[in-house]
Structures are given as structure tokens and as C-alpha cells.
């Protein structure tokens, strides 16, 4: 029997010999998005000891997503009684007292822009609301409409107190989670799985953040996934195998619109206040998926060179680059 999971950019297969392997796969729309989960288990626990049965997984799964639907009720934007909309609504105006969690996750955050010399920021949400990728597919906006966004952006504006774990801005700036989210739920997803018992299994944030936990059956090399072409959908890019890591890729064929003969992506570059260019698509994979999906972006914006020079060696980072005649190919 073979299972196979389509997941939107990304294709998944996993070969099943033995009847005794039971397959588990749930869908569920949160942040936006879809979360996949595909589980592997046994219907014999004295089959196959310490995996789990269908009972066990379909439970593990539930707790998976209640995780991810958890952290939408804390980062969500949408959601006005988000902490991350309390926030945003409230900390240009005085301190804001967090979670640990949520607080956490800002530092590290902070600490990812100033990594990548500000290419990624979660103050970017003024830009994504003035070229309409907030709520839509995008328009062009008008130069003077850019220049007031860039006025209210900036990580640099945000003031982190540790003791009383508060957050406050400088100045009106918006925390957009769009570069995070999934990355980070993906994680947390994983992290409730393991804690379940799930040994063989993967998990998607709407395609384009995905992380294996161990190796599907009869295939030690762990989850393949396939990474499309960006200049076709129906080529393959890349193959990997996912075991106990992540890939996420950026592309500019996720979410964008045309404009006076022009491609503009929602891949935005907060320093210039316009879509990167240079670029067509990006695939990181590393043990974590909130890595792989922030420095997608700084490396799609960022270019070949920076990318080469900065990225951890336990990284695997694949470039498409928009040049006539490139072939997408891995940094070595």
C-alpha cells in the first residue's frame, strides 16, 4: 500500500509493508492556513513495541491540534482578543504585560532581525497592510503610502522588560506573525506528538513549513518531499528526506500580483518598504522549524553571497534564483 500527501507545493510518500502498520492522517485550518498530520502506528501494540495504536494517535493528533489552535488564540492578528493584537493594540501606549511564552518568542524574534541586519522584522505589518497582503492578494500601492508604512516599522522600537515581562513600542509599530506562525506551531505541534508517544510521523504548516519525526515505514532515509520548481509547479526543484528536521520554503508564486507588467511578491523587504527581488524561491532545511522558515526570508532577500556567509553549517539552503537560465541548485 502506498500513502501519498499531497501538500499544496510540497509531496510526500511513505511505503507500507506490514498490515500490522496502521495510517493516521488529519487536517485542520488554523493561522490562516492548513495544518497536515500524517501518523504511523501499529493496530498490535505487541506487534510493533512502542508504537502506538490507531486510539493512541487519532488522541495525539486532537492534542496537536488543540496546541496549534492554542497559539492561533495568542498570535493570531485576526483575532482582536489575541495577545498579539492586545499588544499591538495597546503597547504604543503604555507597557503590556505578556506571557513567558509569548514574550520568549518577541526576543527571539528581535534577535532573528538583528542576525539578518533587519531583512526579517515582525514589525512589518504596516507593509503588508499598504500593499493589501493583510487580508488580500495584493495592489500597488503609491510611493507616499510606502513611506509612512516604513515610518512605522522597525524591531529597533520594541522594548522588552524581562522582570515583569512586558512589551512596549517606541512608537506605533504592528507585530505581523506571517514570517513565524507556522514555523513555531509546527514545532509546538511536534513537540506534543513526541510527548504522546508518536514515534513515525509529519506534520505541515499549509506546505511550505514541514518537519519528520523519525522515518516512515520501510524507508530509513526518512519523509520524502519533493520542493517544486518555481517557474513550474509540475517540476521538481529538489528531493529531500525529512528525519528528525524541517524544511520551509519561500516563493514568490505563494502569494503575489501583477501590476504594470510586473510580479510583485508578499516576500516583502523591510529596509526598502518594497517585494524582494533577485529571487524566486527559497527552501531552508534545518532541526527547527521556526529556523527554517525565518531564514528563508533573509536569504531570499539577502541574496547568494550573504547567504553563503552566514548560514550555520547544519543548514541545507536552496536557491532559486531569478536569472534567464538558472538553475535552482544548493549552497555548498
Known amino acids: ?35 497536515t498530520i500524517d501518523l504511523y502506528g501499529s493496530n498490535e501494540d505487541s506487534l510493533n513495541q512502542g508504537a502506538l495504536n490507531q486510539g493512541a494517535l487519532e488522541a495525539a493528533a486532537e492534542s496537536a491540534f488543540e496546541e496549534v489552535q492554542r497559539l492561533d488564540r495568542m498570535l493570531s492578528n485576526y483575532i482582536p482578543e489575541s495577545e498579539l493584537s492586545r499588544v499591538n493594540a495597546e503597547a504604543a501606549d503604555h507597557p ?35 500593499w493589501g497582503f493583510y487580508k488580500g492578494t495584493g495592489h500597488l500601492p503609491h510611493r507616499a503610502e510606502v513611506r509612512t508604512a516604513l515610518d512605522h516599522i522597525g524591531y529597533q522600537n520594541i522594548e522588552l522588560n524581562a522582570n515583569d515581562l512586558t512589551v512596549r513600542f517606541r512608537k506605533r509599530i504592528e507585530l505581523d506573525p506571517g514570517g513565524v506562525g507556522k514555523g513555531y506551531a509546527v ?32 524507508d530509513a532515509r526518512g519523509w520524502y518531499v519533493r520542493i517544486r520548481d518555481p517557474r513550474d509547479g509540475k517540476k521538481t526543484a529538489a528531493e529531500v528526506y525529512l528525519k528528525n ?21 508578499h516576500i516583502m523587504d523591510p529596509r526598502t518598504g518594497y517585494p524582494a527581488e533577485g529571487m524566486l524561491s527559497v ?9 527554517s522558515e525565518v531564514w ?19 543548514f541545507r539552503v536552496l536557491l532559486c534564483e531569478d536569472k534567464p537560465g538558472a538553475a535552482c541548485a544548493w549552497l555548498p
Request: charge should be positive.
Open 245 to 265: 528536521n524541517s524544511v520551509s520554503t519561500s516563493g514568490n508564486y505563494e502569494k503575489f500580483f501583477w501590476a504594470e507588467g510586473k510580479l510583485y511578491s
Open 187 to 218: 514545532d509546538r505541534m511536534v513537540e506534543v506528538l513526541r510527548q504522546a508517544g508518536v514515534r513515525c510521523g509529519l506534520v505541515s504548516g499549509g506546505g511550505s513549513s514541514i518537519y519528520g519525526i523519525g522515518a516512515p515505514p520501510n
Open 96 to 130: 503590556v504585560h505578556v506571557s513567558r511564552e509569548f514574550f520568549d518568542l518577541l526576543k527571539d524574534c528581535i534577535d532573528y532581525s538583528r542576525q539578518s541586519e533587519g531583512s526579517f522584522d515582525i514589525t512589518v505589518g504596516s507593509l503588508m497592510k499598504v
Open 1 to 35: 500500500m502506498f500513502a501519498r500527501i499531497f501538500l499544496f507545493g510540497f509531496i510526500a510518500f511513505a511505503t507500507v509493508a506490514a498490515e500490522n502498520v496502521v495510517r493516521l492522517e488529519h487536517s485542520r485550518n488554523a493561522m490562516g492556513t492548513t495544518f
Open 296 to 314: 528563508a526570508k533573509p536569504y531570499y532577500i539577502l541574496g547568494r553571497a550573504w547567504a553563503e556567509a552566514h548560514k550555520p553549517r547544519y
Open 283 to 291: 527552501s531552508v532545511v534545518a532541526p527547527r522549524t521556526l529556523d
